[in-house]
């Protein structure tokens, strides 16, 4: 936020539309969208009247951000609308972490819309692309909203091991990597409950709420 303010008053619009919509995702993962709709719209308005090679990217990352705020009011059929954008201009300018992030948004909206069957499609989706990214942080997010919705052994597993290369990254060795490993989440987002943990023997077990957790953190 201060950030943000000091650029605004140098005049340096590109970092106050980039902090705006880093602002507005952050407003959608904790669940308060009301905060910032005043936000949403000057933050949208100066994107459109500020042009430049970043105009493309902010377009992406506002219709994820409007994505993520309709599922934090529930309004799923808009959310489903803006994550279907997002993933389409992220394809189109070869952004494969938006496109993974705009999948998982959408596979909880469908889930909000009780179409279980698209969802599990679409988050399968969003951990195969998140794979090919080696971020450890993404799929981190991707798998937690898979295994909240169809998991198995092998995914539970490989969520750990996602979870330790991500606290081992040279980026997260200080305060980030102690949230990360203590707190059971990553570096980009509030620690998340898991949905479902592994028993000694193997067998997943699933918990109904910490997978309502995940679904709709």
Not at 81 to 87: L, Q
Not at 168 to 190: F, K, N
Request: positive net charge; glycine residues 6%.
């Amino acid at each position: 936020m201060e950030a943000r303010e000091i650029a605004r008053n140098a005049g340096w619009h590109a970092p106050v539309i980039s902090a705006g919509i880093d602002l507005l995702l952050i407003a959608a993962r904790r669940h308060d969208p009301g905060a910032v709709e005043t936000l949403l719209q000057e933050t949208t308005a100066a994107a459109a009247t500020t042009p430049g090679w970043h105009e493309w990217l902010w377009r992406l990352r506002l219709c994820q951000a409007r994505a993520e705020l309709a599922l934090a009011r529930d309004a799923f059929e808009v959310s489903v609308a803006e994550a279907t954008e997002a993933i389409d201009q992220s394809r189109a300018k070869g952004r494969p972490k938006y496109e993974s992030l705009g999948l998982a948004t959408k596979a909880r909206a469908l889930h909000g819309l009780g179409r279980m069957r698209d969802a599990i499609i679409d988050a399968r989706s969003a951990v195969d692309v998140a794979r090919s990214t080696a971020d450890p942080a993404l799929l981190l997010q991707t798998l937690d909203v898979l295994l909240a919705l169809d998991g198995s052994d092998e995914l539970a597993a490989e969520r750990a091991r996602s979870q330790r290369s991500d606290c081992r990254s040279p980026a997260r060795r200080d305060d980030a990597a102690a949230i990360c490993c203590v707190g059971g989440g990553t570096a980009h987002s509030a620690p998340v409950a898991v949905a479902r943990r592994v028993r000694p023997g193997g067998l997943v077990e699933r918990s109904k709420g910490r997978r309502e957790d995940v679904l709709r953190r």
